[in-house]
């Protein structure tokens, strides 16, 4: 064992050697020791977003986490070069957070697959799920309903990885209800970046427990998670409410997510034009009468819709569609255009999914996808949404924006998730996604995507000046310009990061931390 492990050490300095050379000595498989590195891949350099597209220069496909720690061990422990780690999921990401430019990429969903799962006992005790960090949430969703039991909070795409969602937040309608994701896990098991494997909660080593959920993978890699399961419906009763105020519309958002008790998901989304009706009517499966005048290009005409669903337990006890009716009369919609269809939970859940399919039949899946997601203080979202409508035009709009409130009770601040500062005890706070797609066939060239990104970064810079927005899923291209996006919290998450990273070399892709391997104290010194 020990010759084993010595042998695989000398091989990792070669590996450095190498990846610190100006020439590339990786051109096929190597084996090292316990590790299999493998050459780059188009894959590994490449993510949803398709605007960034970084090389690493070698790929790790780990049998366990251990092979994940090793690698971190020996990267952390050598004083040689500036390697840096990305794991990579489901490839989700868009601007290349999850790529590892000359470094290595580890290929989570190589991991062991099995699921474990406890069902409650007794009053006082709960459900959970123990779950690889590569796995998607559709494997665990489609699991754990043959049990009977489902996770409470979700995305809105299932086929995302359970530690890519963690390391972000993971919202969806019912984060109003449950909280992000992040707000509903009992343990971690956590690779740092000094390459020590811990299993953290919030009762043990809470502080990496809490500096992970929400933390950008700049701390350490997920390789298991305790996900807390609930009783899952059988069927859901989903509703579409139409509007054409904006006022109105939040503040009928507002009254849903005032009821807990009675509803279980709320969004929403702006109908701009007709193609934004019709995309986004793709996965209700019912007919939605609604043929609304969109005005001129000089003078368009918004349009808004709710999203609410109710969960049926199949009760005698519990009419859903009283349900629903006693909550549509408080509501302010358009007058007979409120539209409901029941679905099974499964496909409600997974109702991303169809309009995917329509997308890839229509060659408008591998596009780019300059996306911009934030959240939104409740005393500014008017102003951000005059802020958006002044900047696009209507009428050619590709794409899906969503707004829905979240309440901010339901995130522990302890994460390293950041929201906006509230200047009130104001509960309520919106998220905000501008779903765009600019496909190159359609003449949306490279001149084309640059000019949609620039219009995304002073969009978001003039919230975040102007009305105190913090993004979601964030970007920045400068390390000042983290700094000012974390505000009062960027000591903490510097100090996280000097603590469980203190070579900067997990996350390069975030461009939070950029590695400096001048400095004899480690790459961190600069940024303290």
């Not at 790929?59 to 952390?76: C, E, G, N, T, Y």
């Not at 665990?140 to 299932?158: F, M, N, V």
């Not at 969602?165 to 707000?183: C, V, W």
């Not at 500062?421 to 001149?447: E, F, K």
């Amino acid at each position: 064992m020990e010759v084993a492990m010595v042998c695989t050490r000398v091989n990792l300095l070669i590996l450095i050697l190498s990846l610190c050379s100006p020439y590339k000595f990786i051109q096929s498989p190597m084996d090292f020791g316990p590790l299999n590195l493998l050459p780059t891949t188009t894959t590994a350099s490449s993510d949803f977003g398709r605007i960034l597209f970084h090389s690493p220069s070698a790929v790790l496909k780990p049998q366990a986490p251990r092979d994940i720690s090793l690698l971190l061990s020996f990267l952390s422990a050598s004083p040689l070069g500036k390697v840096t780690v990305a794991a990579r999921g489901a490839g989700h990401s868009i601007h290349g957070q999850a790529q590892a430019l000359d470094g290595i990429v580890v290929e989570m969903s190589s991991l062991p697959s099995e699921i474990e799962f406890y069902r409650r006992e007794g009053e006082g005790d709960v459900s959970y799920a123990d779950v690889g960090g590569g796995i998607m949430w559709i494997e665990l969703l489609e699991q754990s309903l043959k049990l009977g039991l489902a996770p409470r909070s979700w995305t809105d795409y299932l086929y995302l990885t359970i530690g890519g969602t963690l390391s972000n937040a993971g919202i969806s309608g019912q984060t109003f209800k449950h909280g992000p994701q992040i707000s509903n896990v009992l343990q971690l098991e956590v690779v740092t970046g000094r390459g020590e494997i811990v299993t953290c909660s919030p009762t043990k080593d809470a502080e990496l427990f809490n500096a992970v959920l929400g933390g950008l993978g700049q701390f350490g890699i997920i390789t298991r998670a305790r996900i807390l399961l609930q009783e899952a419906p059988q069927k859901v009763k989903w509703v579409r409410a139409f509007y054409d105020d904006f006022a109105t519309f939040t503040k009928d958002q507002e009254l849903l997510v005032s009821m807990p008790v009675l509803v279980d998901y709320v969004e929403g989304f702006i109908v701009l034009n007709e193609q934004s009706l019709h995309s986004s009517s793709i996965a209700f499966p019912t007919n939605v009468d609604f043929n609304p005048d969109f005005g001129t290009k000089n003078n368009p005409k918004i349009y808004y819709c709710i999203e609410f669903a109710v969960h049926d337990y199949q009760n005698k006890n519990i009419n859903v569609e009283q349900v629903v009716e006693v909550i549509s009369r408080q509501m302010s919609h358009i007058a007979s255009h409120l539209y409901s269809v029941e679905v099974s939970y499964f496909d409600f859940l997974n109702r991303v999914r169809m309009e995917e399919m329509s997308l890839r039949n229509s060659g408008l899946w591998e596009v780019h996808h300059p996306w911009l997601n934030m959240f939104v203080p409740r005393a500014g979202i008017s102003d951000f949404r005059d802020l958006l409508m002044d900047s696009i035009s209507p009428d050619n709009f590709e794409g899906l924006i969503l707004i829905y409130p979240l309440l901010r009770h339901k995130w522990d601040t302890n994460t390293s998730v950041v929201l906006p500062d509230s200047g009130s005890t104001d509960q309520v706070m919106y998220a905000v996604g501008i779903l765009r797609s600019a496909n190159p066939d359609d003449g949306c060239s490279h001149h084309c995507l640059q000019e949609l990104l620039l219009h995304h970064s002073r969009l978001a810079g003039a919230a975040a000046s102007g009305l105190g927005a913090k993004q979601y899923l964030a970007h920045h291209p400068t390390p000042a310009g983290w700094r000012r996006h974390f505000g009062r919290r960027w000591e903490r998450f510097a100090d996280r990061k000097a603590r469980f990273d203190p070579r900067c070399i997990l996350g390069p892709g975030q461009g939070i931390f950029p590695r400096d391997s001048s400095s004899s104290n480690g790459a961190f010194a600069s940024y303290s």
